[in-house]
């Protein structure tokens, strides 16, 4: 991949974890944004796409920093098979977590472990259908590191909002956090050329 695609992807990337982080900060905060007249919307939606931005860079760096991860994992236990199952143990551990850690953290006496299950359970989802299309546009052996990726790489990403528990700055967090790694996954085989495996 030479410069000029790692450019675009960088923007690319950019651009979009900055508008859906807006665009998800001014639905959670409409009152204050936008009936409270014009020079408070733009300031407004300036801060978010701002910071929206920011949480985007985490994002890439995230994604470079799994691509590494990829590589090292497939050297140090020898076969794909192998590496695929210890991903499989990270992604139930860190669901786990996601669930368990936060209740016992933030519980009150009026909630149950299930209140915390759906936001794991819905990332879970989301994970499995961007990996099944990952896999459908490249092969199959791209499902395993592309669920591995958006679920347990982005939850590490987000830690800093979960440890918070604002329920405005976990969204405003995760927008462009899961916008720019499903991006950057869905976009990455067309600019290294990577052809579908019909096998």
């Known amino acids: 991949m030479n410069s000029r695609k790692v450019v675009y992807l960088f923007f690319t990337t950019l651009l979009i974890g900055?508008?859906?982080?807006?665009?998800v900060g001014l639905a959670l905060e409409w009152s204050l944004y936008v009936q409270e007249g014009f020079l408070n919307f733009l300031f407004g939606l300036i801060w978010l796409l701002g910071i929206s931005a920011a949480f985007s860079l985490i994002s890439q760096m995230g994604f470079f920093a799994y691509l590494t991860?990829?590589?090292?994992?497939?050297?140090l236990f020898k076969t794909t098979k192998l590496w695929n199952n210890v991903q499989i143990v990270i992604i139930a551990f860190v669901i786990f977590d996601l669930i368990y850690l936060r209740y016992i953290s933030f519980?009150?006496?009026?909630?149950?472990?299930?209140?915390?299950?759906i936001m794991?359970?819905?990332?879970?989802?989301?994970g499995l259908i961007v990996?099944?299309?990952k896999a459908k546009q490249t092969n199959k052996g791209a499902f395993i590191p592309a669920l591995f990726f958006i679920t347990v790489v982005t939850t590490i990403e987000w830690v800093p909002a979960l440890t918070a528990n604002d329920p405005k700055w976990l969204w405003i967090y995760f927008?462009?956090?899961?916008?720019g790694n499903t991006w950057q996954?869905?976009?990455?085989?067309?600019?290294t050329g990577q052809k579908k495996d019909r096998s």
Do not use: K, Q
């Not at 900055?18 to 665009?23: D, H, L, T, V, W």
């Not at 991860?69 to 050297?75: A, I, K, M, T, Y």
């Not at 794991?120 to 989301?126: A, D, Q, R, S, T």
């Not at 927008?175 to 916008?179: D, E, F």
């Open 18 to 23: 900055s508008i859906s982080g807006a665009i």
């Open 69 to 75: 991860l990829h590589r090292f994992g497939l050297g």
């Open 107 to 117: 519980s009150t006496e009026n909630e149950t472990v299930l209140h915390y299950v």
């Open 120 to 126: 794991p359970v819905l990332l879970l989802l989301y």
């Open 131 to 133: 990996a099944y299309i």
């Open 175 to 179: 927008a462009p956090l899961i916008a």
């Open 185 to 191: 996954l869905l976009v990455l085989h067309r600019l």
